[in-house]
Structure formats: C-alpha cells, structure tokens
C-alpha cells in the first residue's frame, strides 16, 4: 500500500464519518413541534418562540413550555407524570407522550431525508 492509498482511505473514512455526523447524528436541532390531541387537529408550534401553552386533553390541562432549551411538559393530570420526568426534546425525530390524557409532542425538520432515489 502506497502513500497514496493510505491518504484515499483516511480521506475515504473522514468523508464518511462527516456524512453520518451532519445528515443523521446528534446535530439534528428541531424546527417545529406537532402537539396532538385525541381526536383534534394537531397544532404546530414555533420553537424559536418561548411560550407557555394549555393543553386540554382527555383527563385534564397539560402545560407544555417552549424555551432555547426545547420543549418539555410541565404539568399534566397524569397520575404517574412520566411526561413530566422525561425532560427535553431537542431534537428533530424526539417524540414524547402523555398517554393517560392523550397528549404528544413530536419534533419536526422542515427538511430531512431519509433517502434519495432516481
């Protein structure tokens, strides 16, 4: 193996492992957020606006806040508030739910591909 080969394959390996970093790792930041209630229309949100925001679901209110660090539920009527604990979403594909009041939060990219066919 020359010096030039080992040069293409270091080159080769670089490539690839910048490809899966930026198209499918953890730098995916979200653009938009889908709250979906039960048997309503989703609502999109803006997260790049800090809000609070009043859910009604099933059992009761769930308040979720939009901040620079992502979305998060803060209160629900939930007896166990899994919702409350799991903390952050962040990224673009992150999706949290409060089953018992039928409330969820799915992260969106305006972008993304997932393949390319011709």
Same mark, same amino acid.
């Given at each position: 193996?020359?010096?030039?080969?080992?040069?293409?394959?270091?080159?080769?390996?670089?490539?690839?492992?910048?490809?899966?970093?930026?198209?499918?790792?953890?730098?995916?930041?979200?653009? /938009?957020?889908?709250?979906?209630?039960?048997?309503?229309?989703?609502?999109?949100?803006?997260?790049? $606006? =800090?809000?609070?925001? #009043? @859910?009604?679901?099933?059992?009761?209110?769930?308040?979720?806040?939009?901040?620079?660090?992502?979305?998060?539920?803060?209160?629900?009527?939930?007896?166990?508030? /899994?919702?409350?604990?799991?903390?952050?979403?962040?990224?673009?594909?992150?999706?949290?739910?409060? $089953? =018992?009041?039928?409330? #969820? @939060?799915?992260?969106?990219?305006?972008?993304?591909?997932?393949?390319?066919?011709?």
């Amino acid at each position: 193996m020359t010096l030039a080969d080992r040069i293409i394959v270091i080159l080769a390996v670089s490539l690839v492992v910048w490809l899966y970093i930026h198209y499918w790792g953890g730098g995916r930041t979200a653009d /938009y957020a889908l709250i979906l209630v039960a048997q309503k229309a989703p609502k999109q949100v803006n997260l790049q $606006i =800090p809000q609070l925001i #009043s @859910i009604q679901g099933r059992l009761g209110e769930s308040v979720i806040e939009v901040s620079e660090e992502g979305i998060r539920f803060i209160t629900a009527p939930c007896r166990n508030q /899994y919702c409350i604990h799991a903390g952050w979403l962040t990224k673009g594909g992150d999706f949290m739910a409060c $089953i =018992p009041n039928q409330v #969820s @939060i799915a992260l969106h990219r305006t972008v993304e591909f997932d393949g390319i066919a011709y």
